[in-house]
């Protein structure tokens, strides 16, 4: 999982990045990224799934829930809270967690899309993971998970962006070939416009993302200006998917129903989209608050 190893690529001591990172990298393992919890996932803060000290161990118990490729991850970057007397951030600690460590169960949960890659909910119980499978230091892992959802942000917009360059293509294809009354459906002006429509909104959405990924590169502006650029890029960007697979099923119509068409499939899965690291109202809140609103 692209998500689950910024984090140890960027805190994790060198033993810990030589075991998990280049099988990962080679395709050889898989790794999943555990944040969220059955009592709540974008407020990461209040997270319950402890760590307690026991020597050169941490022993683990919690749950997490909506965990992409978690019935499959060899290594589970979880987020815990290693200080029980601190309810907020600075409780908080990352544990790369083996996958055939003793206590943790997994269960599959089916799903309307992103069938490519399996979702499951996990349990901890009393897991012993060692104290060297700790992510930066103890206390820090709110930081790391925070500046970790920026990079997924920013990855989710652009994916976002060619979901949607997708529907329009195909869609632009059907309506070429198609014929209503004597006339492909092209020559028809309200799917002309349609078709403009998602070409504009596509448009959109890159121009912002290719901003903010310049910017980000470059290192221009503040951290606080690059947040807000990054919440509003992911929420144009996917209601711009949304926005196209919905008009793409409507242009294609009964073929748009059908499983084999990208459309079919993109109209599923553009609501993980919006909801998948950072629902779409997280997303516009976070921004306001950079803005200082």
């Not at 917009?157 to 360059?165: D, T």
Request: proline share 3%; glycine share 10%.
């Amino acid at each position: 999982c692209s998500a689950a190893l910024p984090p140890i690529v960027a805190h994790g001591s060198a033993a810990l990045q030589r075991r998990v990172v280049p099988p990962v990298l080679a395709g050889e393992k898989i790794a999943a990224l555990c944040i969220t919890e059955p009592g709540g996932g974008s407020d990461v803060a209040a997270l319950k799934t402890s760590a307690v000290r026991d020597g050169d161990h941490y022993v683990v118990s919690g749950e997490k829930t909506f965990i992409t490729s978690g019935m499959r991850a060899d290594f589970l970057t979880v987020a815990v809270r290693t200080d029980p007397a601190n309810k907020g951030a600075g409780g908080i600690s990352l544990l790369v967690i083996d996958g055939d460590t003793p206590g943790l169960a997994r269960s599959e949960l089916k799903k309307m899309g992103w069938w490519c890659s399996d979702t499951a909910h996990l349990r901890f119980d009393r897991c012993r993971v060692p104290v060297a499978n700790l992510v930066g230091a103890e206390g820090e892992g709110f930081k790391a998970i925070m500046h970790n959802f920026n990079g997924e942000r920013l990855t989710m917009a652009a994916m976002a962006c060619s979901y949607g360059q997708a529907c329009t293509e195909e869609a632009l294809a059907w309506a070429r070939e198609r014929k209503t009354f004597g006339e492909p459906l092209a020559q028809r002006q309200v799917i002309r416009h349609k078709l403009v429509d998602m070409a504009a909104r596509v448009e959109a959405a890159r121009a912002l993302v290719y901003d903010l990924a310049y910017r980000e590169q470059h290192g221009l502006g503040a951290r606080t200006d690059l947040v807000a650029r990054t919440c509003l890029a992911k929420v144009l960007a996917t209601q711009a998917m949304q926005f196209c697979a919905d008009q793409a099923v409507q242009i294609m119509g009964g073929m748009g129903f059908m499983r084999g068409t990208k459309s079919e499939r993109l109209y599923r899965e553009a609501k993980v989209m919006m909801i998948g690291g950072g629902s779409e109202e997280i997303m516009k809140d976070l921004a306001a608050r950079q803005f200082g609103v």
